[in-house]
């Protein structure tokens, strides 16, 4: 199998509002972020992904765009970017920009437009529809952050559909125009000198123009599979964006794989398609989120988050290829949701990222899980600044399902928020994030946890992230390879080997707040090197390990 630098490399991912503010107006910005180039390649990083830079109203921090070829002021100038780009490649370091293809901002020039009457050059840009027979919405399809997908404009009397605010009309990819717009965008970008983007629900291009009622019985993960992600047309807009535009660029793509599973995937990311290089896929992030954010989730179970693995290692029989997230700015933070957050939070983020990072595909990194940074409280609805968040709250206050607090309670336990608190830099005011008072609550734990106590500190785990990566970039096993589970069904034990060519890795990793033992046969003929351990010490013999809480191991097996 031929591996690319894009496969080998691990991603890590900024949220550009929270990562570093330069300019002191409590909004991280691009300058800050290149003065902390030196930080991200220490870690063994190899690629940024930089959340939207774009110009834009914010209403959902980024992800409604305005204008595609500028940058928001708020985060900088163009010559900002040049300088990020330069910086960053000549330290060996690629970025790839955020490209949300699927909607604009309502403050888009294209909407605005197309809002101005219906036979407007820009109208055919998005998806109208006229009323239903009894002047009602045109179909029952819900949004991703909650009420109906589709807003009525009162001067033509037609409907737009929107899949996310209001304020994001989704764009109509059946007009020939729009997808020459984006590839112009996209070109813009790559003769700029990116090397690539990760594609924001880049599933959900192709509408399914019967615009058919859907069944909401099925919950919104099932509404998503089969009704707005994997479209009709999908593969044929792929095939045309690589064709025009991605081929022609040492460049790569990595789609946000809303509704994409196991069996679908290879469609999209198989060698021969020639559509995008890998698909993020939501398997372990939406593991115990059963229906949707805010419908039903269920406890963390260790059994169901091997499954995921398992089951998606079927892409690369069909030489397909994935990227992994634990964690990203849609997510409550991964130390909460998977592990430990409190008395092992050092063990269990260590073992965590031990997991993504021997487990085959493109490792993506999430801004702060590098230092292990936890859940938020927000303490009252004004904390919140989330827009799917704040939507489930508003809409609540009319349903009544849950109360005040529980739905509060339920925003700090899923929202998004959590994952976009500021950095946490030192023990500085506002975590050293900024000189102001930041956009977002900072997370008062910044004191004990934050980047400047873990740089000296061996133990750290931020050090530990590190090593990790230092290793995985020098061994593509990390990234590739033959499983082989062992004690599939135990729930509290994650444990393989792995193979590929000659080398061979065993991974015991423990979801355990208390020791456990694990029966191993060591065989005689192999030699086992420990080159990764989140504790210091082991205890072994030849037919078997005790693993401390929480404990992540690596053994490089080498064959006598
Ligand atoms: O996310 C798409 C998406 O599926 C998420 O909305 C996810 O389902 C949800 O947050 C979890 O409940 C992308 C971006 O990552 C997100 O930040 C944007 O809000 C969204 O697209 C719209 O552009």
């Known amino acids: ?169 989704d764009l109509n990819w059946e007009n020939p125009k729009v997808r020459e717009e984006i590839y112009k965008v996209m070109r813009f970008w790559l003769n700029n000198g990116v090397d690539g983007f990760r594609m924001d629900v880049i599933t959900l291009l192709s509408k399914d123009l019967s615009f058919s009622n859907v069944d909401l019985s099925i919950g919104f993960r099932k509404i998503i599979e089969r009704h707005y992600a994997n479209g009709p047309k999908i593969h044929d807009y792929l095939n045309e964006m690589n064709e025009k535009v991605m081929q022609h660029y040492d460049a790569f793509s990595m789609g946000e794989g809303v509704g994409v599973t196991p069996i679908n995937a290879p469609l999209y990311v198989a060698n021969d398609r020639e559509e995008l290089d890998m698909v993020y896929h939501f398997d372990v992030l939406e593991n115990n989120i059963l229906n949707g954010k805010y419908e039903e989730i269920t406890d963390f179970n260790l059994l169901n988050i091997k499954k995921v693995f398992r089951d998606w290692h079927q892409v690369y029989e069909q030489n397909g290829w994935v990227a992994n997230a634990f964690g990203n700015h849609d997510f409550a933070r991964m130390v909460s949701r998977f592990a430990n957050d409190t008395t092992f939070q050092k063990q269990s983020a260590k073992m965590l990222i031990t997991l993504m990072a021997t487990q085959n595909g493109t490792l993506t990194v999430y801004q702060g899980d590098e230092i292990g940074m936890t859940n938020v409280d927000l303490e009252h609805i004004d904390e919140v600044n989330d827009i799917q968040s704040l939507n489930f709250y508003a809409e609540n206050l009319q349903t009544k399902k849950f109360s005040e607090i529980q739905a509060l309670q339920m925003i700090n336990n899923e929202g998004r928020d959590n994952a976009r608190t500021p950095m946490q830099w030192s023990d500085e005011k506002y975590a050293g994030f900024s000189s102001a008072k930041p956009w977002l609550k900072v997370n008062p734990n910044y004191t004990s946890i934050n980047v400047e106590n873990q740089l000296d500190e061996e133990g750290s785990i931020l050090n530990y992230y590190r090593k990790i990566l230092a290793i995985k970039k020098e061994n593509d096993i990390f990234c590739v390879g033959e499983f082989s589970e062992i004690e599939q069904n135990n729930e509290h034990l994650f444990a393989y080997t792995k193979k590929f060519e000659d080398n061979r890795l065993l991974v015991l990793l423990s979801f355990s707040e208390v020791p456990i033992n694990v029966e191993y046969k060591f065989n005689k003929n192999y030699s086992y090197e420990e080159i990764i351990n989140n504790y210091e010490t082991i205890e072994m013999n030849s037919n078997s390990i005790k693993l401390l809480p929480y404990q992540a191991l690596i053994f490089n097996i080498q064959v006598n």
């Open 1 to 169: 199998m031929h591996l690319n630098w894009y496969n080998i490399g691990t991603i890590y991912q900024i949220y550009p509002r929270s990562f570093k503010d330069s300019s002191g107006n409590g909004v991280g910005d691009l300058r800050g972020i290149i003065n902390q180039l030196d930080y991200i390649k220490s870690l063994h990083v190899d690629i940024i992904w930089i959340s939207p830079i774009f110009q834009s109203p914010n209403n959902d921090n980024g992800y409604d765009v305005s204008d595609y070829c500028e940058i928001l002021p708020e985060f900088g100038t163009m010559s900002d970017f040049d300088e990020l780009l330069n910086e960053a490649h000549s330290r060996n370091l690629k970025v790839i920009l955020d490209l949300v293809p699927n909607h604009t901002s309502d403050e888009h020039d294209w909407f605005k437009k197309a809002k101005q009457s219906k036979d407007n050059e820009f109208r055919d840009y998005y998806i109208w529809k006229k009323p239903a027979e009894d002047g009602g919405l045109p179909n029952n399809w819900p949004s991703f952050f909650g009420g109906p997908a589709w807003t009525l404009d009162e001067k033509s009397g037609e409907y737009y559909l929107h899949l996310f605010t209001k304020n994001q009309p």
